[in-house]
């Protein structure tokens, strides 16, 4: 069965930096396109980063443009999501999944506040 497990959250100051991982297995990750999700308290989930099966494209909202950075490793079966300038509104429980599969990981939490 698909399983993602996303790590790397934790609490920062605004303007800090942290690198989210998620590490897939139970599918072939290298053939499938994944997407970063976030859900703060109180909204709806959002879509944050795409990235294609071959990383030759990427896409972010617009909210994140400039800051966040959506990379993979195939070979580590691994999807990453490098974020900088973070602002308190980055706050949210932070989710990877595949685009075919409805599978969720348990989410790695990021808190920004000072």
């Known amino acids: 069965q698909v399983q993602l497990v996303e790590s790397g959250g934790g609490l920062v100051q605004p303007g800090g930096s942290l690198r989210l991982s998620c590490a897939a297995s139970?599918?072939?990750?290298?053939?499938?396109?994944m997407r970063w999700y976030r859900q703060a308290p109180g909204k709806e989930r959002e879509l944050v980063a795409g990235?294609?099966?071959?990383?030759?494209?990427?896409n972010y909202a617009d909210s994140v443009k400039g800051r966040f950075t959506i990379s993979r490793d195939n070979a580590k079966r691994t999807v990453y999501l490098q974020m900088n300038s973070l602002k308190p509104e980055d706050t949210a429980v932070y989710y990877c999944?595949?685009?075919?599969?409805?599978?969720w990981g348990q989410g790695t939490q990021v808190t920004v506040s000072s």
């Open positions: 999944k595949a685009t075919q599969f409805s599978s």
């Open positions: 139970g599918f072939a990750f290298s053939m499938y396109s």
């Open positions: 990235i294609s099966s071959n990383a030759g494209s990427t």
